[in-house]
Nanobody
Framework: QVQLVESGGGLVQPGGSLRLSCAASGSIFRINAMGWYRQAPGKEREFVALMPSGGSTNYADSVKGRFTISRDNAKNTVYLQMNSLKPEDTAVYYC???????????????WGQGTQVTVSS
């Protein structure tokens, strides 16, 4: 079993910053890619950022220049540093990862439970 656990969400004023963390745990053989999605009330879940293993990062146009994704492979953790936050960034943020488990050795997609980010004055 593999689990993704997010942390770091909260309430922040416009222009402020937050850092989200997502730790993967369980029977992990290899993590291929880790990323972030978000879902605002009444909207569909949308892509935010992706960091493949050994590849270049990818960002949604709406967050380029403000958000930075990074990984600590030793800790199986991905981070999302969010700066210059705007009210439209308000959403539940979900961690997503493509992980090969140690038992089935099959590549599977996993989601975290989500963490709320609210940008408001």
């Amino acid at each position: 079993q593999v689990q993704l656990v997010e942390s770091g969400g909260g309430l922040v004023q416009p222009g402020g910053s937050l850092r989200l963390s997502c730790a993967a745990s369980g029977s992990i053989f290899r993590i291929n890619a880790m990323g972030w999605y978000r879902q605002a009330p009444g909207k569909e879940r949308e892509f935010v950022a992706l960091m493949p293993s050994g590849g270049s990062t990818n960002y949604a146009d709406s967050v380029k220049g403000r958000f930075t994704i990074s990984r600590d492979n030793a800790k199986n953790t991905v981070y999302l540093q969010m700066n210059s936050l705007k009210p439209e960034d308000t959403a539940v943020y979900y961690c997503n990862a493509f992980i090969t488990g140690t038992q089935a050795r099959a590549l599977m997609n996993y989601w975290g439970q989500g963490t709320q980010v609210t940008v408001s004055s």
